[in-house]
Nanobody, 119 residues
Framework: QVQLEESGGGLVQAGGSLRLSCTVSGRTILSFYVMGWYRQAPGKQRELVVTITSGGTTNYADFVKGRFTISRDNTKNTVYLQMNSLKPEDTAVYYC????????????WGQGTQVTVSS
């Protein structure tokens, strides 16, 4: 059974930093076609933050370019999201995702971790 568990959220002042972790059990992170971070603010739809393919190609949303960085530690089976220069509009629940490709579709989500940025 595949499980994704996020951690690292919390309350931070604007301009501060947080690092989110997504630890995976039941499957190695490199076996996923793509992994990523998404977020959902109150009253808004869930949106893409960043994805990383098994080959290491990344895709960042414009609103986080230059501020957020995705990385992974294969030995810990964990994907990270380093968030710097946080803004109040970054406040949201952040979710970790892992999914398959077109020929093998699957979709796993973590339970989410709350990030709150105060002004």
């Amino acid at each position: 059974q595949v499980q994704l568990e996020e951690s690292g959220g919390g309350l931070v002042q604007a301009g501060g930093s947080l690092r989110l972790s997504c630890t995976v059990s039941g499957r190695t992170i490199l076996s996923f076609y793509v992994m990523g971070w998404y977020r959902q603010a109150p009253g808004k739809q869930r949106e893409l933050v960043v994805t990383i393919t098994s080959g290491g190609t990344t895709n960042y949303a414009d609103f986080v370019k230059g501020r957020f960085t995705i990385s992974r530690d294969n030995t810990k089976n964990t994907v990270y999201l380093q968030m710097n220069s946080l803004k109040p509009e970054d406040t949201a629940v952040y979710y970790c995702n892992a999914r398959g490709g077109p020929s093998n579709p699957y979709d796993y989500w973590g339970q989410g971790t709350q990030v709150t940025v105060s002004s």
